[in-house]
Nanobody, 114 residues
Framework: QLQLVESGGGLVHNRGSLRLSCVASGSISGIYPMAWFRQAPGKQRELVAGISSGGSPNYPDYMQGRFTISRENAKNTVFLEMPSLKPEDSAVYYC????????WGQGTQVSVSS
């Protein structure tokens, strides 16, 4: 069994910043790609950033240059640096671990006030 626990969400003002963390624990059989997704009320879950097992980041076009994903393999942890947040970034942010079967965290709420 594998568990993912996200942390670092919260309420910030417009242009504020947050750093999300996600720690994987349990039956981990190697180093796998990880990713951050988000889901706002009434919207589909969308990819925010991904990172390969080797540490290469990838971002969807709409997120280029805004957030930074990184990982620390020794601690099975992935991070998401989010500077200059906007109200439209408000959502529940989920960590995804790409081990066979796919695993999701429980999510952490990010709220940005205008």
């Amino acid at each position: 069994q594998l568990q993912l626990v996200e942390s670092g969400g919260g309420l910030v003002h417009n242009r504020g910043s947050l750093r999300l963390s996600c720690v994987a624990s349990g039956s981990i059989s190697g180093i796998y790609p990880m990713a951050w997704f988000r889901q706002a009320p009434g919207k589909q879950r969308e990819l925010v950033a991904g990172i390969s097992s080797g540490g290469s980041p990838n971002y969807p076009d709409y997120m280029q240059g805004r957030f930074t994903i990184s990982r620390e393999n020794a601690k099975n942890t992935v991070f998401l640096e989010m500077p200059s947040l906007k109200p439209e970034d408000s959502a529940v942010y989920y960590c995804f671990f790409e081990m066979p079967g796919g695993y999701w965290g429980q999510g952490t709420q990010v709220s940005v006030s205008s």
